[in-house]
Nanobody, 119 residues
């Protein structure tokens, strides 16, 4: 069964840094764009960054200049380096392919990893 495992989250003070990791049970990132999403309770997921199989990168406005998406040489895992963290960055971070993964006719998402930015 396909599995996405996000890790690296935790608590950090404003201005601090964290690096998130996304590992897949299968090499599902080989030919697909990979993306990181951020979700706050009660609101939908928002795109943070994405990277194509060829290494082209795209960032959401809030991530530009602060976050960096990258990929291991074998394309698995995928990372998100977060610098200059702000309180509004708090939330759950998920990774997934673009346009996503379907399992038993349902969109699949991992458990995500919690990031909390506060003093």
């Amino acid at each position: 069964q396909v599995q996405l495992v996000e890790s690296g989250g935790g608590w950090v003070q404003p201005g601090g840094s964290l690096t998130l990791s996304c590992a897949a049970s299968e090499n599902i990132f080989q030919d697909n764009t990979m993306a990181w999403y951020h979700q706050v309770p009660g609101k939908p997921r928002e795109l943070v960054a994405r990277i194509t199989s060829g290494g082209l990168k795209l960032y959401g406005d809030s991530a530009k200049g602060r976050f960096t998406i990258s990929r291991a040489a074998d394309k698995n895992p995928v990372y998100l380096q977060m610098n200059s963290l702000k309180a509004e960055d708090t939330g759950v971070y998920y990774c997934n392919t673009v346009p996503g993964i379907m399992v038993n006719s349902r969109a699949y998402w991992g458990q995500g990893t919690q990031v909390t930015v506060s003093s």
